[in-house]
């Protein structure tokens, strides 16, 4: 049997040779350790360089995590809510009835890249100039009816947070996440070993040098250049947080779905985040593609693991496929063993009576107390699927946190002696038996609501 070491290198090499790949490099991380890297290939054809896992690579579109990171942070700040329109923080910007939701969700309808022909002369905006041609662009869909991905929409966001903050964007970003975080790899543009970009012709085994690209007008949109150990850090905080840079509560927000990509459901995206699903899993992360590069960061929260893919030419079709498999990979060789079992601290005598196994008509539900916290479960839904949790928010009156019916509102009624004989959770009666709606009616003789 292989080594998971031999089972994950496999896989690169692999991808590295079906794809014609100049370079790949590649790792697996775990609960913010780089458990194993590995690269394959030459970063540099001409000077005959190999990639290392330390060589960089520009990343592109995965700069957009950052930025939505730097949105984020700006909400928690209490300098902007993300349902504010765009003109609420760029007065001048044309568009400006967008929300700052939709922006980030690829939601907004605006057109995918800014006015004039970018790709052709490979020359990008800066801010006054992006938003003295905004009026050119198009919004070619309505706001939320589909997914529609735009750069333009990340370069917006990207001077709104420059403008908000008080400081250059890139500054934002260096200052407020990649410092905190110790990403002394990442930086705007590439700094040495730096792989070289490169377009390997369709009918030969050639490869062109692609120009290098002058980045200065890009931001929100793309512009870092990073390596697989700073991707692995990356991508462990947003799978657990440090509470200092942004609370866990807005990373998870950031990984709540906001509209599909994908009608088979297979893709959608959150606040910058790209979501995957495969199988019963869903996964984040983010691609990127740029001309000479492609890369991937790719990760599963529960486990707190992922995998980084990292290449120097473009296209790169089974990028995405690559990454997926490498972090299933991950996910079986490298899982924790189950931790044991620990006897918890018991349940106060207000909390005791709301155990056990309640019905809402023909649903049952299981209330049960665990890590200090009350939680429900619904008897049919898979192991998988998180649990609802409650905190107290009042007397005999609970509020849903997290899981199913988050924002609900749970509420105790007790009988005339004080025992508990119903539930009420989002509206819906609650009995210890199945009962139809309507059997009885809160305030019969002998109850206090």
């Known amino acids: 049997m292989p080594t998971p070491d031999e089972r994950f290198a496999r896989l690169v090499r692999e991808a590295q040779r079906d794809g014609r790949l100049p370079s790949v490099s590649a790792g697996v991380f775990r609960a913010g350790e780089l458990v194993w890297s590995e690269a394959v290939g030459l970063a540099d054809i001409e000077e005959q360089q190999e990639a290392t896992p330390d060589t960089q690579y520009a990343v592109a579109s995965i700069t957009k995590t950052f930025t939505a990171t730097a949105v984020m942070q700006l909400r928690g700040d209490g300098k902007l809510d993300l349902d504010d329109p765009l003109e609420r923080h760029l007065p001048e910007a044309t568009h400006g009835a967008l929300s700052l939701r939709r922006m980030l969700a690829h939601a907004s309808g605006l057109q995918r890249e800014p006015p004039g022909d970018v790709w052709e002369s490979l020359v990008f905006p800066g801010e006054q100039e992006l938003l003295e041609t905004l009026g050119e662009a198009e919004q070619v869909l309505t706001g939320g009816v589909a997914w529609h991905y735009s750069n333009l929409a990340y370069a917006l966001l990207g001077h709104l947070v420059a403008r908000v903050s008080g400081m250059p964007f890139r500054e934002y970003v260096q200052e407020r996440l990649l410092q905190p975080l110790g990403l002394s790899r990442t930086t705007w543009g590439p700094t040495p070993p730096a792989a070289r970009p490169y377009f390997v012709e369709p009918y030969s085994e050639a490869a062109r040098r692609e120009r290098e690209l002058e980045l200065g007008g890009k931001g929100g949109e793309s512009g870092l250049c990073s390596t697989v150990e700073d991707l692995a850090r990356w991508g462990s905080f947003l799978c657990a947080p440090d509470e200092s840079i942004l609370p866990g509560s807005a990373v998870e927000e950031m990984h709540d779905v906001q509209i599909m990509a994908e009608r088979d459901w297979s893709l ?167 009962e139809l709606f309507g059997a009885r009616a809160e305030g019969e003789p002998g109850m206090n609501p």
Do not use: Q
């Open 268 to 434: 959608g995206w959150g606040l910058g985040i790209e979501l995957w699903r495969r199988g019963d899993r869903i996964f984040g992360g983010h691609t990127g593609g740029f001309p000479g590069f492609i890369s991937m960061l790719v990760y599963s929260r529960r486990e707190r693991i992922g995998a980084v893919a990292l290449t120097n030419t473009n296209p790169w079709p089974k990028a995405a496929e690559t990454g997926l498999s490498l972090l299933e990979a991950a996910l079986e060789e490298l899982a924790p063993a189950a931790e044991p079992w620990v006897p918890e601290e018991p349940p106060s005598d207000e909390i005791e009576p709301l155990l056990g196994r309640w019905w809402s008509e023909g649903s049952e539900m299981i209330f049960s107390w665990r890590r200090g916290r009350l939680e429900a479960r619904l008897v049919s839904a898979p192991a998988e699927r998180e649990a609802s949790v409650f905190e107290p928010d009042g007397d005999d009156r609970f509020r849903t946190v997290s899981g199913p019916e988050r924002g609900e509102v749970l509420r105790v009624v007790r009988g005339a002696g004080g025992e508990v004989v119903k539930l009420y959770w989002a509206t819906y009666p609650f009995t210890r038996t199945p």
